[in-house]
Every structure is written in structure tokens, then in C-alpha cells.
């Protein structure tokens, strides 16, 4: 079983679970819908959106490459064109993929180049990978949006691009900082997310995060 059909599994266990079958003349239930963003260490962008009411699961994993099934180890190692995202499936009744993108922009440094904050180089780059030529639309407007309105050093660096692949990353990574609270803790301070944000978007920093 490939990792891109455990996610397609996942999604359809988690819709049975919630909702399973609707009798007759009862309404529909909500559909999910899933976003696909790359902020740095998903470890953070994971524990970030976990906080997003309206958000179902989220899945810690690899997109935009070309190798299959890849590994943590090889792209971290720079060399499969993948960077680390995150899938985030949600209700669009409950929160909707423009305040995903909001929520998205004020929780990445969405100017740097090189990486997100202590992690560098090309896994480590921001995106945003659409689902459907609606979303390849909000994402753009957002993004001219956050360029005209902003007061940034530099140009906004984030790419946006249908999504092509989404493999999930190995089963120790997903829900990283509830299952290693510590570490995650100590590796977002001395990586300097935060204190990054707060710097780029003052009080906006991570705006829509319920416990923020």
C-alpha cells in the first residue's frame, strides 16, 4: 500500500466515522476538503493548524517532487524535489480555505528564500499546492493581496502550484509535538519561529490559532 493511498484511506475512515450514512430526507452531511501547505518543519505547521476550528486532521508529509515514496532521510537530503508540507483536511462550513490562507501567510516568514527560520535549504522552502483551479485562484489573490498590503523587506518568496503528489512522512513524525512535547517545544524555541513571526507580523502572528 502506497502512502498516497493512506492518505485517500484516512480521509474516507475519518468521513464514515463522523458522519456515516444519512437516512432518508435527513440533510447531507458537511464534506470535507483538504489544503496542501509547506511552511518549514511540519512539525510546526502540523501543530499550528491542529489549533484551526474547523480542522479535522492534519497529515505531516512530503509534496512537489518527483521521487516516489520518499523517505525523511532523502528529502532532507535536498535531493527529491519534495519540501515538507502538510495536508490539512477541514470543514469549509466551519472555516473556510481563505482564512486557511490567512492563517497560513501570518504563521510563515513568507519572504525568505532559503528555508523557514533555523531550517535551510530547498525541503525546508514554502508553498502552497492547490486542489482545484479555485483554490489555484484564491492562493494567487492572496498572495497579491499580502504583497500589496504588507510591509515587507523583500518580495513574497512562497510558491503556489497545483498539487501533483502528497506522500505521508513515516508514522513517528505525524502528531510529533503530542508525542514528544519537549523536544518539539525546545526545537520551535531555539529554531526561533516565533520570536521570527512576532517580528514580521507583530500581534497578527499566528492569528486564528485557538489558543493564541
Avoid at 68 to 96: D, L, M
Avoid at 127 to 136: D, L, N, P, Y
Avoid at 148 to 157: D, N
Wanted: proline share 5%; charged share 20%.
Amino acid at each position: 500500500m502506497t502512502r498516497s493511498f493512506m492518505v485517500t484511506l484516512t480521509i474516507w475512515i475519518y468521513g464514515a466515522f463522523f458522519f456515516g450514512p444519512t437516512s432518508a430526507g435527513e440533510p447531507e452531511p458537511a464534506k470535507f476538503e483538504i489544503a496542501t501547505f509547506a511552511g518549514g518543519c511540519f512539525w510546526c505547521v502540523e501543530a499550528d493548524f491542529d489549533q484551526v476550528e474547523g480542522v479535522i486532521k492534519t497529515i505531516s508529509g512530503f509534496s512537489g517532487g518527483t521521487l516516489a515514496n520518499p523517505t525523511y532521510k532523502e528529502v532532507t537530503a535536498g535531493t527529491s524535489g519534495h519540501v515538507e508540507a502538510v495536508q490539512i483536511i477541514y470543514n469549509p462550513e466551519i472555516v473556510s480555505f481563505e482564512n486557511l490562507l490567512d492563517i497560513f501567510w501570518h504563521s510563515i516568514d513568507p519572504i525568505d528564500e532559503g528555508g523557514q527560520f533555523c531550517d535551510r535549504g530547498s525541503p525546508y522552502l514554502t508553498a502552497i499546492f492547490t486542489h482545484s483551479q479555485e483554490q489555484q485562484v484564491w492562493a494567487e489573490e492572496s498572495k497579491e493581496k499580502l504583497e500589496s498590503v504588507a510591509a515587507l523587506e523583500r518580495p513574497v518568496a512562497t510558491n503556489i502550484a497545483p498539487l501533483t503528489n502528497f506522500y505521508p512522512a513515516e508514522e513517528y513524525h505525524q502528531d510529533f509535538y503530542l508525542k514528544n512535547p519537549i523536544r518539539y517545544k525546545y526545537y520551535r524555541f531555539r529554531c526561533g519561529r516565533n520570536e521570527r513571526l512576532e517580528e514580521l507580523w507583530g500581534s497578527e502572528a499566528l492569528r486564528g490559532l485557538q489558543s493564541h
